[in-house]
Nanobody
Framework: QVQLVESGGGLVQAGGSLRLSCAAS????????VAWFRQAPGKDREFVAA???????YYADSVKERITISRDNAKKKLSLQMNNLKPDDTAVYYC???????????????????????WGQGTQVTVSS
């Protein structure tokens, strides 16, 4: 059974950094696209960043200058380095993976939540001003 478990969230002051991790279990991690989404209080869940199976990286415009997404297929791990955090970054952060997918997928496709069939339970990130 495929599972995703996030870690690394916490409370940080504005301007600080956090590194989120997502550990995957089950088969086929390297054959999927993976992504981070977040959901702030009272708001819809939104796209943050994604990596296609072939390694293409996409970011949301609101965070692209401050974050770095990476994956380690050998360790079945997804990471999100977040720098210069702002109070607006406060949210529950979720990692997600697609079913087996082609090497290339467009940004618009990977921004779409419905293409992901496995989600983690989320990790809370709180940024104080």
């Amino acid at each position: 059974q495929v599972q995703l478990v996030e870690s690394g969230g916490g409370l940080v002051q504005a301007g600080g950094s956090l590194r989120l991790s997502c550990a995957a279990s089950g088969r086929g991690f390297s054959e999927t696209a993976v992504a981070w989404f977040r959901q702030a209080p009272g708001k819809d869940r939104e796209f943050v960043a994604a990596i296609s199976r072939g390694g293409e990286i996409y970011y949301a415009d609101s965070v692209k200058e401050r974050i770095t997404i990476s994956r380690d297929n050998a360790k079945k791990k997804l990471s999100l380095q977040m720098n210069n955090l702002k109070p607006d970054d406060t949210a529950v952060y979720y990692c997600a993976r697609t079913p087996r997918i082609a090497y290339y997928a467009s940004r618009d496709y990977l921004m779409t939540q419905k293409v992901y069939d496995t989600w983690g339970q989320g990790t809370q990130v709180t940024v104080s001003s």
